[in-house]
């Protein structure tokens, strides 16, 4: 049986997410920019929570942690490489770990470039990942730590599992990404589909921050750096492919 999966906007534009395996009642939260939206959230699912994964160490992802571990008991899971700056970690990970949710195993893929130690968390049974501020709704994460490089091969492993994942984000900047993916993106019928889908989507207030793997290769402009289309609208028809995508967030940055 698949796992259940809640949404839950937190702060201004951030998404913690909840997992739940209707089997054994295991409950994974993804995230915790804040509390009390995460409480709401297992009241209204009845859900008991059992387990805390972090994607990495910013403050709008980790602040409410130590509280929600105080107030369930649950145990943390996050990044071997960046254990010095998350919460005290029960469980700590490196590429190739898996967590366990029940009767469903996740697979921890490093993702670095936003920071240096971001983490994704993979479920492939229920086709889900949690990639936080890695690979985001048409867009990616801002390079705080990281080189282009790092971010390329990142977005490369993401763009590897099956079309068919959910890729649940950190935060819902839809509006502002589409926006620069028209600006960079032009011609791009399914880009133009999509917006006019998300407006519809924006009014009846559905979370913004999730979307398919198929859908993002389609109109994501960084994880279409490599086509030769996109090289040659970018005058960059002879660069490499890491080159194409950190022109793109290099213009994203100043946009
Ligand atoms: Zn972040
Ligand atoms: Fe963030």
Redo the contacts with the bound molecule.
């Keep these: 049986m698949p796992l259940k999966m809640r949404a839950i906007p937190c702060l201004r534009d951030n998404y913690a997410y909840l997992l739940h395996d209707p089997e054994t009642g295991r409950t994974a939260v993804v995230d915790v920019p804040d509390v009390a939206p995460v409480h709401d959230m297992l009241a209204q699912t009845g859900w008991a929570l059992s387990d805390i994964l972090i994607?990495?160490?910013?403050d709008?992802?980790i602040a409410g942690v130590m509280r929600l571990r105080e107030d369930t008991g649950a145990a943390i899971w996050g990044a071997r490489a960046d254990a010095h700056r998350l919460p005290p970690l029960e469980h700590s990970l490196a590429e190739g770990d898996t967590v366990a949710i029940g009767s469903e195993t996740g697979h921890v893929l490093e993702v670095p470039g936003?920071?240096v130690g971001?983490i994704a968390f993979h479920f492939p049974q229920s086709r889900l990942a949690f990639t936080?501020?890695s690979l985001m709704v048409c867009g990616c994460?801002?390079l705080?730590e990281g080189t282009p490089a790092q971010m390329w091969d990142s977005l490369c492993k993401l763009m590897a599992l099956p079309d068919d994942t959910q890729i649940c984000s950190?935060?819902d900047y839809s509006a502002a990404n589409t926006a620069f993916a028209e600006s960079v993106d032009p011609d791009n019928a399914e880009l133009h589909a999509r917006i006019a889908q998300m407006a519809q989507d924006r009014a009846a207030g559905r979370p913004m921050a999730v979307a398919s793997l198929a859908l993002e290769k389609a109109t994501n402009p960084f994880l279409r750096a490599g086509m030769p289309y996109m090289k040659t609208t970018h005058g960059l028809e002879d660069a490499p492919d890491v080159d194409v995508f950190a022109h793109l967030r290099a213009q994203k940055d100043r946009f």
Excluded: I, L, Y
């Excluded at 994607?55 to 910013?58: F, K, N, P, Q, Y």
């Design positions: 994607t990495h160490h910013h709008d992802h936003h920071t971001h936080a501020d994460g801002r705080f950190g935060h």
